[in-house]
């Protein structure tokens, strides 16, 4: 195991184009660190620049207590897992898992012993004598993972290794990575751009957009006090709700907004350091659509909005109630981009089409909730974690 830490690095490409941005992050000893954020965002450079693979413009890369800038990959005593697997055809899985550590001329019992050690942890002595044309998926992906564990590394790096695998496969093998380095406890610091992947693997997650730090931190954090913008409307799934409002004091606290008000609570505004400097100027408010609840089945003392429902999606275990407000959408560059992350743009702007230029709305409520499309429906608003956020620099307030 080794703390990795990158100080200042920056990667800049022919033509001026900035990959990494002083970016400074410290994995400790035995941490699982995803990075995560939209295409282009930097974090698969930021891997390969920890592995060797590219070469950092400034800063520093240190695995253990060594900088490793001029070293090349083989020296770093890391191993990489890729999207692609990367097995040869032509050897069975046993010839795979092994291939490696005959290449550094380990001993042959040494080689038995790993590769048998790595196989029974991943459950593949069924399969060792077979090639990678007759595994599934998942099998191939093991098979890539034991190759990892068997070169017994400081580190793993993973480059997105669950993304070419179906839904239900992808649940069962992020349970599987779980266990694997519970087991393991090697540093690993691991890449996606699937959120929900990134918050139930990390043990601290890294957003990252055009190659900046946005926040690090454990993911209940990153849900619940977003730093910014882009942050809150990246994390979160479904996303956040955003409202160009007004916060006022007439009859206590609240905010304003598409001709609702919403009241929010004295020791709420005391708390969040800064907010009372806005009182009579316009803000961001975010509602997450968990902070929602059928007004039937919602906490007395939450606020209330009356609403239509336009969509229900019914999940089974809950009821997503898709609604319009009397506003346009937030017209602000973090908002866009983190709604972009999950789709391309035109898919964004026919939503919004859609929706005839006002903002559409997700509340995520019981499944005992009676909404239907086209019926009026009473929402309570959790108003104690509402989220506010500075127009102009997009920062949370507080």
């Known amino acids: 195991?080794?703390?990795?830490?990158?100080?200042?690095?920056?990667?800049?490409?022919?033509?001026?184009?900035?990959?990494?941005?002083?970016?400074?992050?410290?994995?400790?000893?035995?941490?699982?660190?995803?990075?995560?954020?939209?295409s282009g965002c930097g974090k698969s450079t930021a891997l390969r620049s920890i592995a060797g693979l590219e070469e950092i413009t400034g800063g520093t890369i240190s695995i253990g207590e060594k900088v490793v800038n001029d070293l090349p990959p083989k020296d770093r005593d890391i191993a990489m897992v890729f999207q692609n697997y990367a097995l040869y055809p032509h050897m069975t899985v046993e010839q795979n898992l092994a291939f490696g550590l005959k290449l550094r001329h380990t001993p042959k019992a040494e080689i038995t012993r790993r590769v048998a050690d790595a196989a029974k942890m991943l459950g593949l002595e069924p399969y060792l004598k077979r090639k990678p044309a007759a595994l599934s998926g998942g099998q191939r992906q093991r098979v890539a993972m034991g190759r990892a564990i068997v070169r017994e590394p400081q580190a793993f790096l993973m480059d997105e290794p669950l993304s070419n695998l179906d839904a239900k496969l992808r649940v069962s093998m992020r349970?599987?990575?779980?266990?694997?380095?519970?087991?393991?406890?090697?540093?690993?610091?691991?890449?996606?751009?699937?959120?929900?992947?990134?918050?139930?693997?990390?043990?601290?997650?890294c957003v990252l957009r055009d190659g900046k730090l946005?926040?690090?931190?454990?993911?209940?954090?990153?849900?619940?006090?977003?730093?910014?913008?882009?942050?809150?409307?990246?994390?979160?799934?479904?996303?956040?709700?955003?409202?160009?409002?007004?916060?006022?004091?007439?009859?206590?606290?609240?905010?304003?907004f598409a001709g609702y008000r919403v009241p929010v609570p004295a020791d709420v505004v005391s708390e969040r350091d800064g907010l009372d400097g806005y009182f009579g100027k316009e803000l961001i408010v975010g509602i997450r659509p968990s902070d929602?609840?059928?007004?039937?089945?919602?906490?007395?003392?939450?606020?209330?909005?009356?609403?239509?429902?336009?969509?229900?999606?019914?999940?089974?275990?809950?009821?997503?109630?898709?609604?319009?407000?009397?506003?346009?959408?937030?017209?602000?560059?973090?908002?866009?981009e983190a709604a972009r992350a999950d789709g391309d743009e035109d898919e964004t702007e026919a939503v919004?089409?859609?929706?005839?230029?006002?903002?559409?709305?997700?509340?995520?409520?019981?499944?005992?909730?009676?909404?239907?499309p086209g019926a009026s429906l009473d929402l309570g608003i959790d108003t104690r974690r509402l989220h506010f956020f500075d127009p102009d620099t997009g920062l949370a307030i507080a």
Do not use: C
Not at 352 to 372: D, I
């Open 1 to 38: 195991m080794a703390q990795i830490v990158l100080d200042h690095v920056e990667k800049t490409y022919s033509g001026g184009v900035k990959a990494l941005d002083d970016l400074s992050l410290d994995v400790g000893e035995g941490e699982f660190m995803v990075l995560v954020g939209p």
């Open 175 to 205: 349970a599987a990575l779980n266990q694997l380095h519970e087991r393991l406890g090697i540093t690993t610091v691991y890449v996606t751009h699937d959120q929900v992947e990134a918050m139930t693997l990390g043990q601290r997650v």
């Open 214 to 256: 946005q926040q690090v931190d454990v993911p209940q954090k990153l849900f619940e006090s977003p730093v910014n913008l882009f942050v809150a409307g990246f994390i979160g799934s479904p996303a956040m709700n955003f409202a160009t409002a007004e916060l006022v004091r007439d009859d206590g606290p609240a905010v304003t």
């Open 292 to 336: 929602f609840e059928d007004a039937a089945f919602a906490d007395k003392s939450w606020a209330r909005i009356g609403v239509t429902a336009q969509v229900t999606e019914e999940l089974g275990s809950e009821v997503h109630v898709i609604f319009t407000i009397d506003a346009p959408p937030v017209d602000h560059p973090s908002i866009s």
């Open 352 to 372: 919004t089409a859609l929706a005839g230029g006002k903002s559409l709305w997700t509340a995520r409520v019981s499944s005992r909730s009676a909404a239907k």
